[in-house]
């Protein structure tokens, strides 16, 4: 069974900075790795960055240069440095472990509880 637990939401003024963390112990994952992904009220749930096996990364345009992701594989980790937010990064944020699927795409399967990011002026 997949369990993975996100900490570190919570409210902060634009230009801020924000944690996030995704703990999953013994998730099995597979080179497509892992990703956060954010829904936003009213909106769709919407890919924010992610990390495969090999540490290659992938992100939004809308948060490129402001967030980072990384991964601790010994502690089955997966972060979130969020630098500079703006209004509009409020959202639940997932965390998710990816794996392919019948086209050979990565796509996330297993997901997080979310946690609330909120940004105010």
């Known amino acids: 069974q997949v369990q993975l637990v996100e900490s570190g939401g919570g409210s902060v003024q634009a230009g801020g900075s924000l944690e996030l963390s995704c703990a999953s112990p013994g998730t099995i994952f597979s080179s497509c790795g892992m990703g956060w992904y954010r829904q936003a009220p009213g909106k769709e749930r919407e890919l924010v960055s992610t990390?495969?096996?090999?540490?290659?990364?992938n992100y939004a345009d809308s948060v490129k240069g402001r967030f980072t992701i990384s991964q601790d594989k010994a502690k089955r980790t997966l972060s979130l440095q969020m630098s500079s937010l703006k209004i509009e990064d409020t959202a639940v944020y997932y965390c998710?472990?990816?794996?392919?699927?019948?086209?050979?795409?990565?796509?996330?399967?297993?997901w997080g509880q979310g946690t609330q990011v909120t940004v105010s002026s």
């Open positions: 990390i495969s096996t090999a540490g290659n990364t």
């Open positions: 998710a472990v990816m794996f392919e699927n019948s086209n050979l795409v990565c796509v996330p399967q297993f």
